[in-house]
């Protein structure tokens, strides 16, 4: 019953808020011999696994860390590139640490706006008719739940991202729903459709999962 | 021409017993509304809370013979501590459903007294912004005890500020206070 995140939509598809509970931190240590098996290149100011997936190291993941000390960009904390170490015979047995990147807002914002039009092909594609969109979306490691507003003008949408086995996930989210119309829509100084900065809807919020985590959806 | 029953204006039926409860939700909002309000009208915090403080004074003047007639049969406090003790209990009662927790006098100033409660029903669903710094809206609760004080016949400022919650700071003038110790020597 673990909750990964929330995201809440706004009626014109942008993200106004976003809040990552447990995203468990993917990473994997291993020590490599001359040659490395694996192709890293340089992308996006990151060093990036692009052929070569194995053990637990997959494509996409980024180079954290070489022999214990992290990496930022392509250099290393003493200021030597990446590339420099691999390529040279003598520094191996070498000890690399890869893993996923956090997704950093705007890569979140993007996801957010890209959800919004899927949810309508979803409502228009259905055989029939007066569908709502999409109600839950279930991958092998995670299940996304949807709840939209039902005032047809403003259609919220409130996206949970948790678990597979979690059950009762409209019942959070009806009351991610309540919480938001008490905090966010009584706050004379919150403006329809902009990102949610209230305090009150933060902390609410973060009693919320945990009294979920702890005791389940049973006593809400 | 002429109607077979006459019609009865609003000042000849007896005063109503009042509602009693109204929605919290509604309240909220209408509040919310008051407080866009304002800022709209306003260039500064200070001009803010002076225009919540407005419109609170406009409330309580309306609410002090109201509340003396239903609640203490028409008898009206003279006294200064017990028109404090009647805002304190039964005026906060009657509004917020809830009794204000504190009323305290200042050790150092004998026109100062403090009336606190930690939470302010008119801010439950209000955060403030950290650019918006010291704006408590309560200030709109501040305007109605310096109302029904200034009307009753205990003219005073009061201010609302952030501290154990939120306390108003109600200062009287001098003539209160010199009143009230005839009153008492005598």
Not at chain 1, 172 to 190: G, H, M, Q, T, W
């Amino acid at each position: 019953m673990v909750i990964y995140g929330i995201y809440i939509v706004s009626k014109s598809g942008g993200l106004i808020y976003n809040y990552d509970h447990n995203i468990p931190r993917v990473e994997t240590e291993k020590t490599f011999g001359f040659p490395l098996d694996i192709k890293l290149e340089y992308e996006n100011k990151k060093v990036v696994v692009v052929f070569g997936q194995r053990d637990g190291i997959n494509v996409g993941h980024v180079l954290l860390s070489v022999n214990g000390s992290p990496v930022s960009g392509r250099t290393t904390e003493d200021g030597r590139d990446v590339f420099d170490i691999i390529g040279v015979k003598d520094s191996y047995p070498l000890s690399l640490k890869f893993g996923r990147q956090r997704a950093t807002t705007n890569e979140k914002i993007v996801l957010a706006s890209m959800f919004y039009p899927l949810f309508a092909l979803a409502s228009q594609l259905s055989p029939v008719p007066k569908c709502s969109g999409i109600d839950t979306l279930t991958a092998d490691s995670f299940k996304l739940s949807c709840f939209q507003t039902l005032t047809g003008l403003s259609c919220v949408k409130f996206i949970l991202v948790t678990d597979p086995n979690m059950q009762g996930s409209d019942v959070v989210l009806r009351r991610i729903y309540e919480l938001y119309s008490d905090y966010a829509l009584k706050n004379p100084f919150y403006s329809l459709e902009m990102p949610i900065r209230c305090e009150l809807f933060d902390t609410s919020l973060h009693t919320l999962l945990e009294l979920v985590e702890k005791s389940g959806t049973s006593n809400l | 021409m002429s109607s077979s029953r006459s019609k009865t204006s609003i000042l000849d039926k007896p005063l109503s017993k009042g509602k009693g409860e109204v929605s919290l939700a509604l309240y909220a909002l209408l509040f919310s509304e008051i407080v866009q309000y304002c800022q709209n009208r306003s260039h500064s915090i200070h001009e803010l809370q002076t225009k919540l403080s407005e419109m609170g004074y406009d409330v309580g003047t309306r609410l002090l013979d109201l509340y003396f007639v239903r609640e203490r049969n028409s008898k009206r406090e003279i006294k200064l501590l017990n028109m404090l003790l009647f805002i304190k209990s039964t005026l906060w009662k009657v509004l917020f459903g809830k009794e204000a927790d504190k009323l305290e006098h200042a050790n150092d100033d004998e026109r100062t007294y403090y009336i606190i409660e930690k939470d302010a029903l008119v801010n439950k669903f209000i955060s403030v912004p950290k650019d918006k710094g010291s704006l408590n809206c309560a200030s709109f609760n501040a305007g109605i005890i310096e109302a029904v004080l200034t009307n009753g016949g205990f003219p005073a400022k009061v201010t609302a500020h952030w501290h154990k919650g939120t306390t108003y700071m109600v200062k009287f003038e001098d003539v209160v206070i010199a009143r009230d110790k005839c009153l008492d020597d005598r």
